[in-house]
Nanobody
Framework: QVRLEESGGGLVQTGGSLRLSCAVSGWTFSNLDMGWFRQIPGKEREFLAAISWSGGRTDYADSALGRFTVSRDDANDIAYLQMDSLRPDDTANYYC???????????????????WGPGTQVNVSS
C-alpha cells in the first residue's frame, strides 16, 4: 500500500521560505508522478506543481511559477516543494499526491492522482 507523508510546514513571515517534503513508501517511487496541491477550508483544491516519474517534466500553476520549485530524490523516495517569497495568501493545508500510470498526463488534475498524504499546514504571517 502506498503511503505519503508530508513534512516541513509551519509558520513563516511574508517573504520567507519553506521546503516541504513528501516521503513515499510502499511503491516504486521512481514509477510515480508526484504532485503538490493546497486547500483552504471551504475552497476547492488548488494545483501548485508536479514532476513526472522520470523527472523530465515539471508543471506549475501560475500562482507557483517563479516562486515554487518541485523536485524529487529517487534515491531516498522523497519529493520536495521549495517555496520562496511566501505571501499571506499562500496560507493553506498543503498536500502531496502520487499517481502510478506512467504516462505523465494530467499532472495538474487532482482527479488523476491515486494516493494522497494527510497534509501539512503552512501559515504565512503579514
Amino acid at each position: 500500500q502506498v503511503r505519503l507523508e508530508e513534512s516541513g510546514g509551519g509558520l513563516v513571515q511574508t517573504g520567507g521560505s519553506l521546503r516541504l517534503s513528501c516521503a513515499v513508501s510502499g511503491w516504486t517511487f521512481s514509477n510515480l508522478d508526484m504532485g503538490w496541491f493546497r486547500q483552504i477550508p471551504g475552497k476547492e483544491r488548488e494545483f501548485l506543481a508536479a514532476i513526472s516519474w522520470s523527472g523530465g517534466r515539471t508543471d506549475y500553476a501560475d500562482s507557483a511559477l517563479g516562486r515554487f520549485t518541485v523536485s524529487r530524490d529517487d534515491a531516498n523516495d522523497i519529493a520536495y516543494l521549495q517555496m520562496d517569497s511566501l505571501r499571506p495568501d499562500d496560507t493553506a493545508n498543503y498536500y502531496c499526491a502520487a499517481k502510478d500510470d506512467l504516462n505523465s498526463r494530467g499532472l495538474s488534475d487532482w482527479r488523476r492522482y491515486d494516493y494522497w498524504g494527510p497534509g501539512t499546514q503552512v501559515n504565512v504571517s503579514s
